[in-house]
């Protein structure tokens, strides 16, 4: 079957510092990828996607790389802000069907 | 333009009532869908519609009733309102795309819908 697991939060961080949110999928065939983005009060938004093997999606200083040997697309940014504090998603479609993960929230403070 | 949006964005509302929620989406999307989100943030599919009809009806009460009156639009309606139906509700559109050898389906959400019974 179809299932994304991602680590549970809360990720606290302070500004600046280097973020790494795991996300491991389950699927048959090939896949896409995304991340989604949850700002407080507010909808999901689309962060990055990846549509094959070895693909990066990046977007807002944010990137993932699409491992299918690992069956990963973990998430990455080099220096978070304050800013970044949201809940992220990370998903798949596979046969016109979308699968998300749990969400991690991320706390970053001043 | 809003990709999709969802009417209203807080509902408070008291046990036994019914109400409505409404989306339209214009990304000329055929696949619509509702999701409810509990206060642990995890999002579960509920209904799914294509080109107005039912394709997707996950374990949901009879209450939720879906309505879609074009591909554009998908409202939801709820009978006899419960405690436990205070959540987020959102409403998503996919559509799929191509560009050269690259090709692949999208969901887009709306900005949600905060229901509170009391």
């Known amino acids: 079957g179809n299932s994304v697991t991602q680590m549970e939060g809360p990720v606290t961080l302070s500004e600046e510092a280097f973020l790494t949110i795991n996300c491991t999928y389950t699927?048959?065939?090939?896949?896409?990828l995304f991340w989604y983005v949850q700002y407080p009060g507010e909808g999901l938004q689309l962060l990055l996607k990846?549509?094959?093997?070895?693909d990066k999606g990046s977007n807002k200083g944010f990137e993932a790389t699409y491992r299918k040997e690992t069956t990963s697309f973990h998430l990455e940014k080099g220096s978070v802000q304050v800013s970044d504090s949201a809940v992220y998603f990370c998903?798949?479609?596979?046969?016109?069907?979308?699968?998300f993960g749990s969400g991690t929230k991320l706390n970053v403070k001043p | 333009d809003t990709a999709v949006s969802q009417t209203p964005k807080y509902l408070v509302t008291q046990m036994g009532n019914d109400k409505s929620i409404k989306c339209e989406q214009n990304?000329?999307?055929?696949?619509m869908y509702w999701y409810k989100q509990d206060s642990k943030k995890f999002l579960k599919i509920m209904f799914s519609?294509?080109?107005?009809?039912?394709?997707i009806n996950e374990t949901v009460p009879n209450r939720f009733s879906p309505k879609s009156p074009d591909k554009a639009h998908l409202n939801l309606h709820i009978n006899s309102l419960e405690l436990g139906d205070s959540a987020v509700y959102f409403c998503?559109?996919?559509?799929?795309?191509?560009?050269?050898?690259?090709?692949?389906?999208?969901?887009?959400f709306g900005e949600g819908s905060w229901l509170t019974v009391v």
């Open positions: 998903a798949l479609s596979n046969f016109n069907k979308f699968y």
């Open positions: 990304l000329g999307h055929d696949t």
């Open positions: 519609y294509n080109n107005k009809e039912l394709i």
């Open positions: 699927a048959t065939g090939y896949p896409s």
């Open positions: 998503a559109s996919s559509g799929y795309w191509t560009g050269g050898e690259i090709s692949g389906n999208t969901i887009y």
């Open positions: 990846a549509t094959k093997a070895d």
